[in-house]
């Protein structure tokens, strides 16, 4: 006999629905923070490294909030992804879906300025620890499933769009 699954709880909301999406955001907001630790730190040092490159100095506090920010993000991203949380079923914005969407180009921006100071223009005069380069991997690789989400997120506020619908002949 197949019972039919009741999502509406005994307070007469949809818990199930409700967890899942009080569950989605906390997440989220892990990843948010950890770019926002990332942002906050990162972009002044490489605005530093970019305008005395032979000034850099590796230091160990730099390592420790990277490091942090990326746990934070790669925690948040993963569990989300191990859980199989849905995005919660959000009003639909198209001009706040394009901002997110918008937002997360930008973040991902300053990955490839990142990447392409550290592993394509590779001035001389700029020398960081080997194990720092793998740092760079990990913060660059939290980044883009940063920018995976906000783009996912983006999409579901715009809607589906009614252009690509499938003609029913």
Avoid at 95 to 105: E, Q, S, T
Wanted: charged share 15%.
């Amino acid at each position: 006999m197949i019972e039919r699954h009741d999502p509406i709880g005994a307070s007469g909301r949809q818990s199930h629905m409700v967890g899942n999406a009080s569950r989605y955001f906390f997440l989220f907001a892990m990843q948010t923070m950890g770019a926002a630790i990332l942002f906050w730190f990162a972009v002044p040092l490489f605005r530093q490294v970019l305008l005395d490159p032979s000034g850099h100095v590796a230091r160990t506090e730099n390592l420790v909030w990277s490091l942090s920010a990326i746990t934070l993000m790669q925690a948040g991203y993963w569990i989300r992804h191990r859980l199989r949380l849905p995005l919660p079923q959000l009003f639909r914005n198209t001009l706040v879906g394009y901002i997110v969407l918008f937002v997360a180009r930008m973040s991902f921006v300053l990955a490839t300025a990142v990447f392409g100071f550290v592993f394509i223009v590779r001035r001389p005069e700029f020398q960081i620890p080997a194990s720092r380069y793998f740092a760079v991997i990990l913060g660059l690789f939290a980044l883009f499933c940063y920018t995976q989400e906000l783009e996912q997120l983006g999409r579901a506020l715009i809607g589906p769009d009614l252009g690509k619908r499938v003609s029913p002949f």
